[in-house]
């Protein structure tokens, strides 16, 4: 088959589901199951894919979305904790006691915790705990998915303790004929990996600096009374402030620890920086921005989580604000914790674990549920634990567990098509026809055909890698080799693309579909997807243009190389 036909084929389930969510405004309850079934017909007719194949790609993506849903559950059962502890009440109080400017609080929550969560735990955790809370504190629903969202960018590479990096271009670059070649040019696997992250945190440090400010010009644009640039511009000094308190830390964590401490440390540096410093007024402007009356947001803005000041509330005596918020910080100790293999409480963790491996006799086809492990049993721990801590009822637990229940069923029957969806493009790569995977067949394509000019594309591949796949590290395990060798075919150094590769597959989270699933269950707003979208896609642009400007600066104004890259040149 022609390669161009290759990528068409690969790229038409994704380009319906652009169609259906943003063009006809489907729910994607409506258009994935659609997309999902295009998807099979593809996988069947074009790539030749055997049946047991795609069932078994189905069975594994089927897997994979209970362990999301058992993460949204979580982070919606600890907000409605909160709300009938009271906390939620005296967090709210707090924040508009730093400042009532609702930009300085979604640079402090979103930006700043946000980015800890995602630094602490990754998998689309932050949107699903960031976003509610949001929500409880005033926001409108559809404002706090997309900021939501937003946090899916820069620290993302680093999400997880590393993941991305320590396992994704791991499995997806690691061979033995490169370390041989590394260890030709006198240096090793381990150097190399530290030379690629420390380009993907230098050009994420350059680009992340804008994204507080991007959030709140969106925010003012999109949901703001006036719907105003300038409002959001405003503020630009502070943001601007706040996002290197962030990114210096962050990339000189990157450069010289590696990869699984820039995230976290760049937070918690943030935080102690940009709190204090909000407190004092510091390079804040002199007016104060807050969302219209409620009465008057239009209704799709509001999602079905009303996290109203219950009553329950009023008859309890008052709660310090750090016992309101001592349910988060346990949350980030034992996320971090779980997620240090030193230290093996992960191996505890990971003790209960189901799993099925080579599904239908497919052999690499497996899928694994370790409740204790995904970040939404630990969600469930510390709301156990705030049970106690907050002197509840259990009436007040009930009605928690009760009003999250509802706020959930509505996110599996969309993501039970998403994510099959996903594994049967990925798992592709085993066919009648033996062809390539059809990510990697749509990125080949992309490569033919721009050439020279590739590493300006490179980043929107790895986005376009995280888009069908909802994760960073996938992206990285599927292109990161593909992305190695265009830069061999091109005669450059393959550190810079792998980099870019990494850079933009933690971009293209915030437009992957179940993500964006994902974090609408969390406030009740499944059907509004394509609105979302609309609105994640002009970061995730802004992001992987400037990446590929970046890189091509890196590569032919900066000379920039690698040890590898002068060796093979050196014997050819």
Not at 546 to 572: C, N, P, R, W
Request: charged share 10%.
């Amino acid at each position: 088959m022609d390669l161009g036909l290759q990528a068409f084929l690969a790229f038409l389930p994704i380009l319906l589901a652009g169609i259906l969510l943003v063009g006809f405004r489907w729910p994607a309850k409506r258009a994935m199951p659609i997309v999902f079934a295009v998807t099979v017909l593809i996988a069947f007719l074009g790539w030749d894919m055997s049946y047991s194949r795609i069932m078994a790609s189905t069975f594994q993506g089927l897997g994979t979305t209970v362990s999301i849903l058992w993460i949204i559950f979580g982070a919606i059962l600890l907000l409605n904790t909160l709300k009938y502890s009271g906390a939620l009440k005296v967090i709210r109080t707090g924040f508009t006691n730093i400042s009532t400017d609702r930009r300085v609080q979604v640079i402090i929550i979103a930006w700043l915790f946000g980015c800890f969560i995602e630094g602490a735990s990754g998998f689309g955790t932050p949107a699903a705990i960031v976003a509610p809370l949001l929500v409880g504190l005033g926001f409108p629903a559809i404002t706090a998915v997309v900021i939501g969202m937003m946090i899916q960018s820069t620290p993302v590479s680093f999400g997880a303790v590393g993941t991305p990096i320590v396992i994704g271009v791991n499995a997806g670059l690691k061979t033995e004929r490169l370390s041989e070649q590394l260890l030709a040019a006198g240096t090793n696997w381990d150097k190399f990996l530290l030379l690629i992250t420390s380009e993907v945190a230098i050009i994420h440090a350059v680009i992340g600096t804008f994204i507080p400010l991007l959030m709140c010009i969106m925010m003012t644009r999109y949901f703001g009374k006036n719907k105003s640039w300038k409002e959001g511009l405003s503020i630009a000094p502070f943001a601007i402030f706040a996002g290197l308190a962030f990114t210096i830390p962050y990339a000189v964590t990157g450069i010289f620890l590696g990869p699984e401490f820039p995230s976290l440390i760049g937070a918690l540096i943030g935080l102690a920086i940009v709190v204090p410093a909000a407190r004092a007024k510091f390079l804040l402007p002199k007016d104060s921005w807050d969302f219209a009356p409620s009465s008057e947001w239009p209704a799709g803005w509001m999602g079905d989580l009303e996290v109203k000041l219950n009553t329950l509330t009023d008859t309890k005596k008052s709660m310090s604000l750090v016992k309101a918020w001592l349910p988060y910080l346990l949350l980030a100790i034992v996320l971090v914790l779980s997620r240090i293999p030193e230290l093996g409480i992960n191996t505890f963790l990971k003790s209960v674990t189901i799993s099925i491996k080579d599904i239908m006799g497919e052999q690499g086809i497996s899928t694994s549920f370790a409740p204790l492990y995904v970040p939404g049993g630990l969600m469930i721990i510390v709301v156990v634990i705030t049970y106690f801590l907050h002197g509840m009822q259990p009436k007040m637990m009930s009605s928690s567990i009760k009003e999250s229940t509802k706020t959930l069923m509505g996110a599996g029957f969309v993501l039970m098509f998403t994510i099959p969806m996903v594994r049967i493009l990925i798992n592709s790569d085993v066919n009648g026809m033996e062809l390539s995977s059809m990510p990697i067949a749509m990125a080949e394509w992309v490569s033919v055909t721009v050439g020279n000019i590739y590493p300006s594309f490179a980043a929107a591949i790895g986005a376009l890698g995280a888009f069908i796949a909802g994760s960073n590290t996938v992206s990285n395990m599927m292109l990161s080799q593909f992305q190695f060798s265009a830069a061999m075919n091109l005669v450059l150094p393959g550190s810079v693309l792998v980099a870019l590769q990494a850079v933009g597959a933690a971009a293209g989270n915030m437009i992957a579909i179940h993500n964006v699933v994902a974090a609408s269950a969390t406030v009740g707003l499944l059907g509004r997807e394509g609105a979302v979208l609309r609105k994640t896609i002009i970061p995730t642009l802004f992001y992987i243009i400037f990446a590929g400007i970046i890189g091509v600066v890196m590569l032919h104004f900066f000379g920039v190389t690698d040890e590898l890259y002068t060796y093979l040149q050196s014997i050819k």
